[in-house]
């Protein structure tokens, strides 16, 4: 048989079809087409209404394991939470179990401090505000100028406090001005009582060694005294009004070779930059002689005594 006699032409089942080039063109063409007709037309909505509707219970069930992680993480969370409140409030119930303990001693001192307003309040205060205008220049002493002075009925002697409890004292008065000599100033002394205990001392400023503090001279090694004492005036002086804030007992030094212990008071008042105070324009109550004074003390003659 010659080559010229078969047939080239294949057989059905090998045929191909369109070419890719021609399937590529007409699905292009379908796609654009639907495209166009779904923002036209909607005829895609109905469609996507169906699929949502029967895909929702396979949603369900795919986000059904990350909601059980979402609600263990927050039971987790929670319990974690409310562990660390409970301790803080177990906490706070034994510190306030400590304070209840303290209950009779703050109310001691509570009364105390009411039977001091009471005699403040029996004393009729009056009080002139001025300002602070410079400090004294003067590198030995510690003193201030304040903006009130003899036209304003300031005198010497008088107490100048600030928010905090007692400044100073008016030492010089001029016609518009008044110098105040502060507690930390070496030449100023003010007797104390000690809230705690109730025991007077007598405060002596110390600003001459470069410090602006107190110390409580002459106080023996036995007295009954702690770090963290409030110091008020005591009022026996007749010149500072019984019941004003001095300071706080920073430093208690018994020292062996002397008879005195070494104690540092701060003072309460801002005695490095006050810049309003109030002077008391009425000074403390005038006290009765001393019963200790005779009268041989005064120069008159003492009738003699009998002895039985």
């Known amino acids: 048989m010659s080559l010229g006699t078969l047939d080239r032409t294949p057989p059905p089942f090998f045929r191909q079809g369109f070419s890719a080039v021609s399937k590529l063109a007409v699905f292009s063409a379908l796609s654009v087409f639907l495209m166009v007709a779904d923002v036209r037309l909607k005829i895609t909505a109905p469609l996507r209404s169906t ?14 394991p990350l909601h059980a992680v979402q609600v263990v993480g927050q039971y ?4 974690h939470a409310s562990q660390t409140a409970l301790q803080a409030a177990q906490q706070q119930l034994l510190a306030q179990s400590a304070q209840a303990n303290q209950v009779a001693s703050l109310l001691h001192e509570n009364d105390r401090l009411r039977t001091l307003l009471e005699v403040r309040a029996r004393a009729g205060l009056e009080a002139l505000a001025a300002d602070v205008l410079y400090d004294a220049a003067d590198p030995f002493s510690r003193k201030v100028v304040i903006s009130r002075g003899h036209l304003h009925g300031v005198q010497a002697g008088m107490a100048v406090i600030d928010a905090a409890g007692v400044l ?13 000599h502060l507690l930390t100033d070496r030449d100023q002394a ?10 007077r001392y007598l405060a002596y ?6 410090q602006s503090s107190m110390e409580l001279r002459f106080t023996p090694n036995s007295a009954d ?9 005591s009022g026996v002086d007749g010149v500072y009004p019984p019941g004003l804030a001095v300071g706080q007992v920073r430093m208690v030094d018994q020292r062996s070779n002397s008879a005195f212990a070494n104690i540092v008071v701060d003072p309460v008042a801002n005695t490095q ?3 309003q105070v109030l002077v008391l324009t009425r000074l403390g109550e005038a006290l009765p002689p001393s019963p200790l004074l005779t009268p041989s003390a005064t120069g008159q003659s003492t009738p003699p005594r009998s002895v039985p």
């Open 51 to 64: 699929l949502a509707t029967v895909m929702y219970p396979l949603q369900w069930l795919v986000v059904q």
């Open 76 to 79: 987790v969370t929670t319990l």
């Open 168 to 180: 100073g004292q008016v030492t010089r008065v001029y016609p518009m001005v008044s110098e105040v």
């Open 190 to 199: 003010i007797p104390v009582l000690n809230l705690r205990t109730g025991a």
């Open 205 to 210: 400023g110390r600003s001459g060694s470069g």
């Open 225 to 233: 005294l702690k770090v963290g004492d409030a110091l008020v005036t």
């Open 273 to 275: 930059g006050a810049l």
